[in-house]
Nanobody, 126 residues
Framework: QVQLVESGGGLVQPGGSLSLSCATSGRTFDMHVMGWFRQAPGKEREFVAA????????RYADSVKGRFTISTDNAKNTVNLQMNNLKPEDTAVYYC???????????????????WGLGTQVTVVV
């Protein structure tokens, strides 16, 4: 059983930074790919970033590239999303997800992820 718990969300002004953390437990050997997704009110779930837990290869949505950094600390079983230069459009609930599959690589398709956390709210306002 894979368990994911997000933390680190909060309220920040435009241009500010937040660091999200995803604590993982259970069958971590099945978490080959870790992803961050977000969902704003009235919008569909959106891919943010993904990382291969083994080789550290990463992928980012164009909307966050250069501003967000995904990383993994396998010793601590955590996955981090460092968010810099935040914009109002970044406001959303952010979800951590894991995938046991490798055939899709660093997939942006949420259907390819097996387990999900409950999310943490990020709000960017003046």
């Amino acid at each position: 059983q894979v368990q994911l718990v997000e933390s680190g969300g909060g309220l920040v002004q435009p241009g500010g930074s937040l660091s999200l953390s995803c604590a993982t437990s259970g069958r971590t050997f099945d978490m080959h790919v870790m992803g961050w997704f977000r969902q704003a009110p009235g919008k569909e779930r959106e891919f943010v970033a993904a990382i291969n837990r083994i080789n550290r290869l990463t992928r980012y949505a164009d909307s966050v590239k250069g501003r967000f950094t995904i990383s993994t600390d396998n010793a601590k079983n955590t996955v981090n999303l460092q968010m810099n230069n935040l914009k109002p459009e970044d406001t959303a609930v952010y979800y951590c997800a894991s995938s046991s599959h490798t055939e899709w690589g660093l997939t942006s398709n949420s259907d390819h992820y097996n387990s999900w956390g409950l999310g943490t709210q990020v709000t960017v306002v003046v």
